[in-house]
Nanobody, 129 residues
């Protein structure tokens, strides 16, 4: 059973930075798509970053590309999301997610939350103007 636990959320001003962490357990380490999603009140959950653990390929939507960086410390089974140049529209609950996938192509293409079975409890990020 894959278990995920996020930490590192908080409140920052526009232009600030935050680093989220996700401690993962119960998986072998390779062949997984690990992702960060966010959900603002009244909006759908959206993927903001993903990494395929086998080859470390990463994927970002246009809205965060160049500002967010996903990385993984395989030795510590920890996933990170470095968020820079934060904007008020980045305010949301951020979730770590994981799913076993057979290729990085699937990891790239499966950006909807329904493709992931393993979720953390979420951590709140608030960006004030």
């Amino acid at each position: 059973l894959v278990q995920l636990a996020e930490s590192g959320g908080g409140s920052v001003q526009t232009g600030g930075s935050l680093r989220l962490s996700c401690a993962a357990s119960g998986y072998t380490g390779s062949g997984y798509c690990m992702a960060w999603f966010r959900q603002a009140p009244g909006k759908e959950r959206e993927r903001v970053a993903a990494i395929y653990t086998t080859n470390k390929y990463t994927y970002y939507p246009v809205a965060v590309k160049g500002r967010f960086t996903i990385s993984q410390d395989s030795a510590k089974n920890t996933l990170f999301l470095q968020m820079n140049s934060l904007k008020p529209e980045d305010t949301a609950m951020y979730y770590c997610a994981a799913e076993r996938m057979s290729s990085s192509g699937y990891c790239s293409a499966r950006y909807r939350s329904g493709s992931y079975n393993y979720w953390g409890q979420g951590t709140q990020v608030t960006v004030s103007s």
